[in-house]
């Protein structure tokens, strides 16, 4: 089992920036690859970001540029800086880690990006 709590989410102008955070407990051993996710209201959940164990990233393509994806292995967080944010990336933020090949989900972190 992996537990997963995000924080860093909370309102911010656009053009603002934010930085999430992810701690996973439990199993850590077994984690691969961590991510996230975001569904907005009225969207389905859509893919953000992942970083694999020894630090290969993947990106939503129409977000290269302005997020971020890192890990600290150390601490057991990954972290998911976003700059130059829109109102369009407005959502709940997931986190996601694979463990043993099993997918665990932290409870979501609201970003509202609003004037």
């Known amino acids: 089992q992996v537990q997963l709590v995000e924080s860093g989410g909370g309102l911010v102008q656009p053009g603002g920036s934010l930085r999430l955070s992810c701690a996973a407990s439990g199993s850590i051993f077994t984690m691969n690859t961590m991510g996230w996710y975001r569904q907005a209201p009225g969207k389905e959940r859509e893919f953000v970001a992942h970083i694999t164990r020894d630090g290969s990233t993947n990106y939503l393509n129409s977000l290269k540029g302005r997020f971020t994806i890192s890990r600290d292995n150390a601490k057991n967080t990954v972290y998911l800086q976003m700059n130059s944010l829109k109102p369009e990336d407005t959502a709940v933020y997931y986190c996601?880690?694979?463990?043993?090949?099993?997918?665990?989900w932290g409870q979501g972190t609201q970003v509202t990006v609003s004037s």
């Open positions: 996601k880690a694979d463990a043993s090949g099993w997918p665990y």
